[in-house]
């Protein structure tokens, strides 16, 4: 197919900056470049039709983390590293509700908890000291005196079986993943983002002072700039990257009368997680039960996980109930040695914002603003 003079000159015309990934990050980089200057002529290509990695196929959490997850991060990265990520993650937060009104995108400030059975490693007094210490640490975060509080009197409330301690924490929630992208697509193309979608990079090269950049369409796309927001993806590009692809299986229950459940939920250090979608209950997680083959891009569906996450449906959250799996799939999130996400110009005009750690929703707004100032 012959390229005319029209679409030479306009889509596929040389831009300052070129994204490539229209996840969340991407989105939010472009939002906050244009924010910065809106003459910046930006260009977001996706291999996709619509963004397929995580960001349209996680749980549609709306949090900065857990009290287990915080006290392990600060044990493995240290506190300083761990207190830098909450910070992020609750300004991208507040950055979302800012930029959005809430209805747009189903954002519900619902509460976030997190739940210990009774043979938990952790004895109570040993969680109730983590927890008042966390608080004092993320007083000056968040601006509360308890962060995190005790809420095992909602046990019952909440519908929850063979749970004997719950934390929780009434500044998380959740909101509709699909929504927020398109909300955030409309946004950027609004402000005169062009967005090419079915295009594959198959590699790039500096050309005097351009990166060109190499398709599976047989085009060639021109930027004096490009950033690689593919997540999980990345090393595809940029093999050299610390970043470990990491699947997430979900599934969706059918709608259950006077569900109980409200709220998003952790358990098991955070590799379950559930919440209620309306009056349905969304399950993820599991990929402890079989890491090495959860290390993968492939998004599909196993039989082992999907088990594992029926199991744990019918043992602790809907014992007794009729319902029917109606939904299934899985998404890739970006791990590495690190939580800290990886925003750095690897090569002269080439910059990346990748490894989120599975919690691009609340990470993105923070490096889409950290994106635009190194790349202006």
């Given at each position: 197919m012959q390229i005319s003079i029209w679409e030479k000159e306009s889509f596929y015309a040389p831009k300052d900056v070129i994204i490539v990934g229209s996840g969340l990050v991407g989105l939010w980089c472009a939002w906050h470049l244009k924010k910065k200057d809106p003459k910046i002529s930006i260009a977001i290509i996706d291999r996709g039709i619509i963004p397929t990695g995580a960001s349209t196929r996680n749980a549609?959490?709306?949090?900065?983390?857990?009290?287990?997850?915080l006290v392990e991060d600060a044990s493995r990265f240290g506190e300083d590293n761990m207190l830098q990520l909450v910070e992020m993650r609750y300004k991208g937060l507040q950055r979302i509700r800012k930029v959005f009104k809430e209805p747009a995108i189903d954002f519900e400030l619902c509460g976030g908890y997190e739940l210990f059975p009774p043979n938990h490693t952790r004895q109570r007094s040993e969680l109730e000291h983590e927890t008042e210490r966390l608080n004092k640490l993320l007083h000056d975060i968040t601006g509360k005196k308890r962060t995190f509080k005790d809420a095992?009197?909602?046990i019952n409330e909440l519908?929850?079986?063979?749970?004997?301690?719950?934390?929780?924490?009434?500044?998380?929630?959740?909101?509709?993943s699909g929504k927020l992208c398109q909300a955030l697509l409309q946004e950027v193309q609004g402000m005169g983002v062009t967005v090419l979608n079915a295009i594959?990079?198959?590699?790039?090269?500096?050309v005097d002072d351009n990166v060109v950049l190499y398709?599976?369409?047989l085009i060639h796309l021109k930027a004096k700039q490009i950033l690689i927001c593919t997540n999980a993806f990345a090393r595809q590009l940029l093999p050299d990257l610390n970043i470990v692809p990491a699947r997430g299986q979900v599934l969706v229950t059918s709608p259950i009368d006077d569900l109980p459940l409200k709220g998003t939920f952790h358990y098991d250090a955070g590799y379950y997680y559930f919440r209620n979608l309306g009056n349905?209950?969304?399950l993820g997680g599991a990929r402890n039960k079989a890491f090495e083959e959860e290390e993968t891009t492939e998004l599909e569906i196993t039989e082992k996980i999907q088990q594992e996450l029926e199991h744990f449906l019918?043992?602790?959250i809907l014992p007794g109930y009729k319902y029917q799996i109606t939904d299934r799939w899985s998404g890739i999130m970006g791990m590495?040695?690190?939580?800290?996400?990886?925003v750095k110009e690897v090569s002269s005009g080439v910059f990346c914002a990748v490894r989120m750690s599975g919690m691009g929703v609340a990470l993105s707004p923070v490096i889409g603003e950290q994106v635009s100032k190194m790349l202006t």
């Open positions: 549609g959490f709306a949090c900065f983390g857990s009290v287990t997850e095992s009197k909602k519908g929850l079986h063979h749970v004997d301690y719950l934390i929780e924490n009434k500044l998380e929630g959740y909101l509709h594959e990079i198959s590699g790039f090269e500096k398709t599976n369409q349905r209950v969304l019918s043992t602790h590495g040695n690190e939580k800290l996400p990886i």
